[in-house]
Every structure is written in structure tokens, then in C-alpha cells.
């Protein structure tokens, strides 16, 4: 069983999975106990049929569940919806990465159940349970109770003889290679670690190794956080479930090498070498993929590299924060606005032997891109030069130039030092962090969603009735350049142009000082930073997961119930999304700017984001998407289309 768990960013907020698996059993199924008609879940690879998608089933356990669905009445509605949108959006995320095939039915734990076996090597039922422990409840995934119909039965054996069927299998779970119980509650553990958010496990694995079943828990207080925004929690859902699916120091042993098959059962055997120790023991992943993937990213490619993981024991579990800072499984989680589910990540889970990787759904890693061999080692890091690491202890911006920074180390970082978001209103992304209206806005700075970082001096320069007063003010704004906040918009890859308070659009040329008109002092354009995808004229650099201009994205689900037997055709059900939304608008009581990307499936699931565009004016996204939740379950909407009447359920 693996353990995760994930820090608020106010307070330490590290992961402390290599610490806590220590004091977990994890199952593994014998092969012999697979049922010759049920086909293994493990991994398809070229060669063999299609992979198909991850299938995840999610079962959710606790108080305020019923039968493994949330119950809308029961105390805690908004915790639980919260909880439900971020697992349902981050498996949807695992599901576009990773591919296996194959049903599912768990075991059960003899050490649990049976108190003594027949100990005579002649017996006829030698090793087989000749004593039930008479306190055995069940199995358990994480505090959970795991239901008897996920789970193979047991039986009690005579010396000789047939077995007393004590419980038959259950039905197990079909269509499904990873059974994830999820679970919102006050335990101990959220007790004792104030700021945790959540934590998980990995319970049991298959005759191959590959994770079978794992819960998460969510600390129920924290759910209710405005500071802790949707994405944040996707972030750290992902998060957990790659540690569940095998990324973890305790599996890397278990990583499988099927490069000399063409299919998934040929060939394949338990790597020889997965990590090892360089001579400072330093402890290091190995693996061919991973190895071509991180060579990519700093620029030597048919280089032989090998990753580091961070310094946490024997067994460790993160990539290295000073050569990997971003990627989604270092060992502290920043927020999702700069964590990234990068292509080394995805490199290792190709290299597991377990999954086949869409090495596209990779979001790109900032971090030390293209900075050489020698970038991120302790020796070097006080004296780079490629921008990623500081020296002192001023102000500017972080790397992603979407939050103001101080240059400061961690633990993690052991010494290096970068800029690291204020604790208070560092991102510019956000409006509501600006000055009130009526304040002096002395450096002409906007905050925006569009907005990014930028060091630079620049003053305005004031009307002669306000230089006087404000004489000795100017003298100390030109000391110094600092990280401020200002409007940017690209204009082709790698191209953008900037804008302050009142000024015009003026061209940013990366690596170069700029004027701007109206104002004293210098504004620097960062080289490689920003605007670096394929994006169009007049586009921004999008903040990661979506991050919309005015509020984080919500989705919203409902199911819709027409005449039984009835269908639609694709076309129609087109047109039915176009009826429903109008309906939803106008329950809601907001203009149609707050509703995005709807879309309906042919079992009829309508499914909008909820944001706020531009200029949007109206509630908040949260406040919005709770009111929606309470009316459409006191009052379902019916719409009507091609004279059928449809109504609706809230998912």
C-alpha cells in the first residue's frame, strides 16, 4: 500500500509517501488465481490489439455516501461535488495518457482472515486455512472498507477433504483496471497534519505487478478553502493517482522490460536495473525512455542520463525539485498554475512495462529547458547563467512570469536558490490583486489575466503639479528593478508585445530592455519564457489547466431522461445541447458569457464548463455553480425538442 500526502502551500508542503508505505501491506495476486476465462489487466504494447483507455472506476465511500454515489442531501454537499469534479476531470486527464486492458476482482488478505493453517507438508491441504481469525471484518483499503462484491471469497479447510465455503466471490467490477475508492472525511491523520489536504494508497497489485486498487482521502475541512481553487485539487488528484498507478520508490523494483516482444505476454521480465546510486549517493532512475526523454529537454539529446530522485531515504518517490522544478512529481506541490504532467513523467510510466503512453497529452516543462548538462547540480546552480536559479535575496519573478518572487531556497533545493512566489498576492493573473480604484499607480502596473511578470523600473512620468509632492516617492521607485506586473499578448511563437497603465502595445523583442511611452526606467523581456507554443495573433500564453480570465473552471453534468426507447440521431442531439444551455442560462439568471465548450453524448450526458469571460459581469463562478446545484436539484429543468419532453438530473 503506498501513502501520499499533500501539503497546503501555506505550510510545509511537501509529500511524505516515501515515509508512511513503510507501515502498509500491499497485496499481490499469484497468477494461479486468475480465472482462466478472464484476461489479465496488463499493459497492450505495439503488436498486439489496440490499447484501449485506462479504465478507472470510482467508487466513493464514507458517510455521505450511499451504495458508492453521493447522496445531494447529505451534510457537506459542496466538500463532496468539489471532490466528484476533480476526480471525474483528473481520470479524464489519466485516461488520454494511459492505456491497459482487462476486468477486475480483488483478494482478500490470509494474514486477515485465517488465524492458522494446516502445517503437515503430506496434508492434502497443506498451507490451506485450518483456523478463521474470529475479528476479521473484512479487507480495508486505506481505513476504507473494501464491499465483499469487489472481492474473492475464502473458505475454511479440513485436514482433508473439501473446503467450507465461508464467502463466495463477489460479481468484482467489470470493465475496469484500476478500482480507485475515494473517500472525504476528518481522520486522524487530517487531525494531526493541519494544512493536509489529501492523501492515497495503492492496496493491491496483479499477477504482473501492476496496481489493481487504491483509495484517496480528502481532508474534509479543506474542500470548503476559497484559496484551494478546482485545478489545485485535479493537480493533486493527478498527483496521487500517479504515485497509486506506479510511480513510487517501492514499485520501481517491480518496472517490467517488454522491448524484445511484439506483444504484451511475450517476453516481457522485471528490469535488471531501474535506479542505482551515483558515487555522492545520489539516488538515481535509469531507464532507457526516461533517460532519451530528459536528454530532449536539456538539450543533448544521444546523451546518456540518468534522473535523479530526490534525497529521501533508501526509496524515493519525486524527481529532483533543482534539475525537474514544475514537473508533477517533485516532492512539493506549488499549486496547479506551476505543476505540469511533463513528458519525463510519462517517459517512466512507459518505461513501468505496464501502460502505453500518448506521449502528446505531455504538457510542456519549462524548467531548465535546453540549458545543458550541467544545469541543476549543486555546484553549478550558484552560478548559472541560464536564468532559472538566483543568487541574493531580492525580488523579480518566477520563471513562469505568472506570480512576483523572491529569490529563496527550501529544503528541496538544498542551497540553489530561485524565485519563489510571495506568500500574498504574488500573481498577476489575478485582478482582484491590484491597487482599489483611486490609488496611485506609480509604476503603471495592470493585474490581469492576461497580465504577466516582468523586471523592470519604470516610474510614470507625472504632471508638474505632482512632482513636487511626489519628489522624494520617484527618487527611491528608480533604485531599484523588481518584479511588476504588466499586460502581455503574443504575436507569434516566441514574439509578444507588452502593455502598461494607459500606454500602447509596445513590442517586447526577447532579451532585449524596452521604453515605455508615458513612463521612466527600463521593462526587460524574458527570452524563452513566454509565448512559446504555436499560438495566434492576438492570443495569450494560457496559464496551465485552463485557468480562465475571471475564475477558475467548474463543470457541470446533467443527465437527461426522454420517452423510453427514444435516441437521437448526432445531429439532433446537437440541437437538443443548444436547447438545454439556453435553459440552463436562463435558470441561472446570467448572460450566456459564463457557459463554455457544452457538449452531449449519445447516451444523452450534457456536460459546460463554467467560467467568466471577459467583461463578464455577474456573480462569482462558485457562487453560480452552487446556486445551479441547489435549484436543479430542488426543480430538475424540462426542456422540450422535436415534441418530446426531457428533463434532467444533476450528476
Same mark, same amino acid.
Given at each position: 500500500?503506498?501513502?501520499?500526502?499533500?501539503?497546503?502551500?501555506?505550510?510545509?508542503?511537501?509529500?511524505?509517501?516515501?515515509?508512511?508505505?513503510?507501515? $502498509?501491506?500491499?497485496?499481490?495476486?499469484?497468477?494461479?488465481?486468475?480465472?482462466?476465462?478472464?484476461?489479465?489487466?496488463?499493459?497492450?504494447?505495439?503488436?498486439?490489439?489496440?490499447?484501449?483507455?485506462?479504465?478507472?472506476?470510482?467508487?466513493?465511500?464514507?458517510?455521505?455516501?450511499?451504495?458508492?454515489?453521493?447522496?445531494?442531501?447529505?451534510?457537506?454537499?459542496?466538500?463532496?461535488?468539489?471532490?466528484?469534479?476533480?476526480? #471525474?476531470?483528473?481520470?479524464?486527464?489519466?485516461?488520454?495518457?494511459?492505456?491497459?486492458?482487462?476486468?477486475?476482482?480483488?483478494?482478500?488478505?490470509? $494474514?486477515?482472515?485465517?488465524?492458522?493453517?494446516?502445517?503437515?507438508?503430506?496434508?492434502?491441504?497443506?498451507?490451506?486455512?485450518?483456523?478463521?481469525?474470529? *475479528?476479521?471484518?473484512?479487507?480495508?483499503?486505506?481505513?476504507?472498507?473494501?464491499?465483499?462484491?469487489?472481492?474473492?471469497?475464502?473458505?475454511?479447510?479440513?485436514?482433508?477433504?473439501?473446503?467450507?465455503?465461508?464467502?463466495?466471490?463477489?460479481?468484482?467490477?467489470?470493465?475496469?483496471?484500476?478500482?480507485?475508492?475515494?473517500?472525504?472525511?476528518?481522520?486522524?491523520?487530517?487531525?494531526?497534519?493541519?494544512?493536509?489536504?489529501?492523501?492515497?494508497?495503492?492496496?493491491?497489485?496483479?499477477?504482473?505487478?501492476?496496481?489493481?486498487?487504491?483509495?484517496?482521502?480528502?481532508?474534509?475541512?479543506?474542500?470548503?478553502?476559497?484559496?484551494?481553487?478546482?485545478?489545485?485539487?485535479? @493537480?493533486?488528484?493527478?498527483?496521487?493517482?500517479?504515485?497509486?498507478?506506479?510511480?513510487?520508490?517501492?514499485?520501481?523494483?517491480?518496472?517490467?522490460?517488454?522491448?524484445?516482444?511484439?506483444?504484451?505476454?511475450?517476453?516481457?521480465? #522485471?528490469?535488471?536495473?531501474?535506479?542505482?546510486?551515483?558515487?555522492?549517493?545520489?539516488?538515481?532512475?535509469?531507464?532507457?525512455?526516461?533517460?532519451?526523454?530528459?536528454?530532449?529537454?536539456?538539450?543533448?539529446?544521444?546523451?546518456?542520463?540518468?534522473?535523479?530522485?530526490?534525497?529521501?531515504?533508501?526509496?524515493?518517490?519525486?524527481?529532483?525539485?533543482?534539475?525537474?522544478?514544475?514537473?508533477?512529481?517533485?516532492?512539493?506541490?506549488?499549486?496547479?498554475?506551476?505543476?505540469?504532467?511533463?513528458?519525463?513523467?510519462?517517459?517512466?510510466?512507459?518505461?513501468?512495462?505496464?501502460?502505453?503512453?500518448?506521449?502528446?497529452?505531455?504538457?510542456?516543462?519549462?524548467?531548465?529547458?535546453?540549458?545543458?548538462?550541467?544545469?541543476?547540480?549543486?555546484?553549478?546552480?550558484?552560478?548559472?547563467?541560464?536564468?532559472?536559479?538566483?543568487? !541574493?535575496?531580492?525580488?523579480?519573478?518566477?520563471?513562469?512570469?505568472?506570480?512576483?518572487?523572491?529569490?529563496?531556497?527550501?529544503? =528541496?533545493?538544498?542551497?540553489?536558490? =530561485?524565485?519563489?512566489?510571495?506568500?500574498?498576492?504574488?500573481?498577476?493573473?489575478?485582478?482582484?490583486?491590484?491597487?482599489?480604484? !483611486?490609488?496611485?499607480?506609480?509604476?503603471?502596473?495592470?493585474?490581469?489575466?492576461?497580465? *504577466?511578470?516582468?523586471?523592470?523600473?519604470?516610474?510614470?512620468?507625472?504632471?508638474?503639479?505632482?512632482?513636487?509632492?511626489?519628489?522624494?516617492?520617484?527618487?527611491?521607485?528608480?533604485?531599484?528593478?523588481?518584479?511588476?506586473?504588466?499586460?502581455?499578448?503574443?504575436?507569434?511563437?516566441?514574439?509578444?508585445?507588452?502593455?502598461?497603465?494607459?500606454?500602447?502595445?509596445?513590442?517586447?523583442?526577447?532579451?532585449?530592455?524596452?521604453?515605455?511611452?508615458?513612463?521612466?526606467?527600463?521593462?526587460?523581456?524574458?527570452?524563452?519564457?513566454?509565448?512559446?507554443?504555436?499560438?495566434?495573433?492576438?492570443?495569450?500564453?494560457?496559464?496551465?489547466?485552463?485557468?480562465?480570465?475571471?475564475?477558475?473552471?467548474?463543470?457541470?453534468?446533467?443527465?437527461?431522461?426522454?420517452?423510453?426507447?427514444?435516441?437521437?440521431?448526432?445531429?439532433?442531439?446537437?440541437?437538443?445541447?443548444?436547447? $438545454?444551455?439556453?435553459?440552463?442560462?436562463?435558470?441561472?439568471?446570467?448572460?450566456?458569457?459564463?457557459?463554455?465548450?457544452?457538449?452531449?453524448?449519445?447516451?444523452? @450526458?450534457?456536460?459546460?464548463?463554467?467560467?467568466?469571460?471577459?467583461?463578464?459581469?455577474?456573480?462569482?463562478?462558485? @457562487?453560480?455553480?452552487?446556486?445551479?446545484?441547489?435549484?436543479?436539484?430542488?426543480?430538475?429543468?424540462?426542456?422540450?425538442?422535436?415534441?418530446?419532453?426531457?428533463?434532467?438530473?444533476?450528476?
Amino acid at each position: 500500500m503506498l501513502l501520499l500526502l499533500l501539503f497546503l502551500r501555506a505550510a510545509a508542503s511537501r509529500c511524505l509517501h516515501d515515509e508512511t508505505q513503510k507501515s $502498509v501491506r500491499l497485496l499481490r495476486t499469484p497468477s494461479s488465481q486468475f480465472l482462466p476465462s478472464v484476461p489479465s489487466s496488463f499493459l497492450t504494447l505495439p503488436g498486439s490489439r489496440d490499447p484501449q483507455p485506462l479504465r478507472i472506476q470510482t467508487y466513493y465511500i464514507g458517510g455521505p455516501l450511499s451504495n458508492g454515489a453521493w447522496n445531494p442531501e447529505a451534510e457537506g454537499m459542496e466538500e463532496n461535488f468539489r471532490v466528484v469534479a476533480a476526480v #471525474t476531470e483528473a481520470i479524464q486527464q489519466i485516461q488520454s495518457v494511459l492505456a491497459v486492458q482487462g476486468p477486475l476482482l480483488l483478494n482478500r488478505d490470509p $494474514v486477515q482472515y485465517c488465524q492458522a493453517v494446516w502445517g503437515d507438508p503430506l496434508a492434502p491441504n497443506y498451507r490451506k486455512c485450518s483456523l478463521l481469525n474470529s *475479528r476479521y471484518k473484512g479487507e480495508s483499503c486505506l481505513g476504507p472498507k473494501i464491499p465483499d462484491a469487489h472481492l474473492r471469497g475464502y473458505a475454511l479447510w479440513p485436514e482433508q477433504g473439501p473446503p467450507q465455503l465461508v464467502q463466495p466471490d463477489g460479481p468484482g467490477v467489470q470493465n475496469t483496471d484500476f478500482l480507485l475508492y475515494v473517500w472525504v472525511a476528518h481522520t486522524s491523520k487530517c487531525h494531526q497534519e493541519p494544512s493536509l489536504i489529501a492523501y492515497a494508497a495503492c492496496c493491491q497489485l496483479d499477477s504482473e505487478d501492476r496496481p489493481l486498487a487504491g483509495t484517496i482521502v480528502y481532508c474534509a475541512q479543506h474542500l470548503t478553502s476559497p484559496s484551494l481553487s478546482h485545478s489545485d485539487i485535479v @493537480m493533486a488528484t493527478l498527483h496521487e493517482l500517479l504515485h497509486a498507478l506506479g510511480f513510487s520508490g517501492q514499485l520501481f523494483k517491480k518496472w517490467k522490460d517488454c522491448s524484445s516482444g511484439l506483444s504484451v505476454r511475450e517476453n516481457c521480465s #522485471t528490469r535488471q536495473q531501474v535506479t542505482r546510486q551515483d558515487e555522492w549517493g545520489q539516488l538515481l532512475l535509469t531507464t532507457p525512455t526516461v533517460s532519451h526523454s530528459l536528454a530532449k529537454h536539456l538539450g543533448v539529446p544521444g546523451a546518456s542520463l540518468a534522473v535523479p530522485l530526490e534525497e529521501e531515504g533508501p526509496l524515493s518517490s519525486h524527481w529532483e525539485a533543482r534539475l525537474l522544478q514544475g514537473s508533477i512529481m517533485t516532492a512539493v506541490f506549488d499549486g496547479a498554475q506551476r505543476t505540469r504532467l511533463d513528458p519525463i513523467t510519462l517517459a517512466a510510466f512507459k518505461d513501468s512495462g505496464w501502460y502505453q503512453v500518448n506521449h502528446s497529452a505531455a504538457q510542456e516543462l519549462l524548467w531548465g529547458q535546453g540549458s545543458g548538462l550541467e544545469f541543476g547540480l549543486l555546484a553549478t546552480c550558484k552560478t548559472d547563467s541560464s536564468g532559472f536559479f538566483c543568487s !541574493g535575496s531580492g525580488l523579480g519573478c518566477h520563471y513562469l512570469h505568472l506570480d512576483k518572487g523572491r529569490c529563496s531556497s527550501d529544503p =528541496m533545493l538544498e542551497g540553489c536558490r =530561485m524565485y519563489k512566489p510571495l506568500a500574498n498576492g504574488s500573481e498577476c493573473w489575478k485582478e482582484e490583486n491590484g491597487l482599489p480604484p !483611486g490609488a496611485k499607480n506609480l509604476h503603471g502596473e495592470i493585474y490581469h489575466s492576461q497580465s *504577466r511578470c516582468f523586471l523592470a523600473n519604470l516610474t510614470a512620468q507625472l504632471l508638474s503639479k505632482d512632482k513636487t509632492r511626489l519628489s522624494s516617492q520617484i527618487s527611491h521607485l528608480k533604485e531599484e528593478v523588481t518584479g511588476r506586473c504588466y499586460l502581455h499578448q503574443c504575436t507569434e511563437k516566441g514574439a509578444y508585445k507588452v502593455q502598461a497603465e494607459g500606454s500602447p502595445w509596445v513590442s517586447c523583442l526577447p532579451g532585449e530592455a524596452i521604453q515605455i511611452p508615458g513612463y521612466s526606467g527600463l521593462l526587460f523581456c524574458p527570452r524563452g519564457r513566454l509565448c512559446q507554443t504555436n499560438e495566434s495573433t492576438n492570443a495569450v500564453t494560457s496559464s496551465p489547466l485552463s485557468v480562465s480570465p475571471q475564475g477558475l473552471p467548474l463543470q457541470l453534468f446533467l443527465e437527461l431522461a426522454g420517452p423510453p426507447g427514444h435516441s437521437l440521431g448526432k445531429k439532433h442531439r446537437e440541437e437538443l445541447k443548444e436547447v $438545454v444551455l439556453l435553459a440552463l442560462v436562463n435558470r441561472g439568471g446570467t448572460s450566456r458569457c459564463y457557459f463554455h465548450s457544452p457538449s452531449i453524448t449519445a447516451s444523452l @450526458m450534457f456536460t459546460v464548463h463554467i467560467w467568466k469571460s471577459p467583461g463578464c459581469q455577474g456573480p462569482s463562478v462558485g @457562487m453560480l455553480h452552487r446556486s445551479l446545484i441547489l435549484t436543479l436539484h430542488e426543480k430538475p429543468l424540462e426542456v422540450y425538442y422535436g415534441g418530446v419532453c426531457y428533463t434532467t438530473e444533476h450528476k
